[in-house]
């Protein structure tokens, strides 16, 4: 057809070559290798990790005293049932409640009291 025809047509390509040109000089350039700087990022990970788990350690230690943990699921009265044949009794005189409503299941918490 006249009129139509394409003036540049390998403009497209030589842009994502350069792009992929670049991104290699600067892999090749830096002193680290992708596989070192994954490397090192497990690592980093693994070591988070171990401080967390030292940290949940710490206060399921320092807990201390008598604990009372009543966990329940299903109908209104069937928790209701739940709460009252669990908790401590009148002689308890320093007892604070905490009620915690979730649709998900709630294991840290299940995790972290004994």
């Known amino acids: 057809m006249p009129g139509r025809h394409n003036s ?3 403009r497209p390509a030589l842009a994502a070559l350069g792009a992929q040109l670049a991104q290699l000089e600067s892999l090749a350039a830096d002193a680290a290798s992708p596989i070192s700087k994954l490397e090192a990022l497990a690592a980093r990970r693994a070591l988070w990790l171990d401080e967390q788990q030292q940290a949940l350690a710490d206060i399921k230690a320092g807990l201390s005293g008598s604990l009372f ?16 044949g669990g908790l401590p009794g009148y002689e308890q005189a320093h007892t604070a ?15 972290l009291l004994p």
Not at 74 to 80: D, L, S
């Open 97 to 111: 409640a905490v009620l915690l409503v979730s649709p998900q299941p709630l294991t840290f918490f299940k995790e």
């Open 8 to 10: 540049a047509p390998a």
């Open 69 to 84: 943990r009543a966990s329940a699921s299903g109908t209104p009265g069937a928790i209701a049932a739940a709460l009252a």
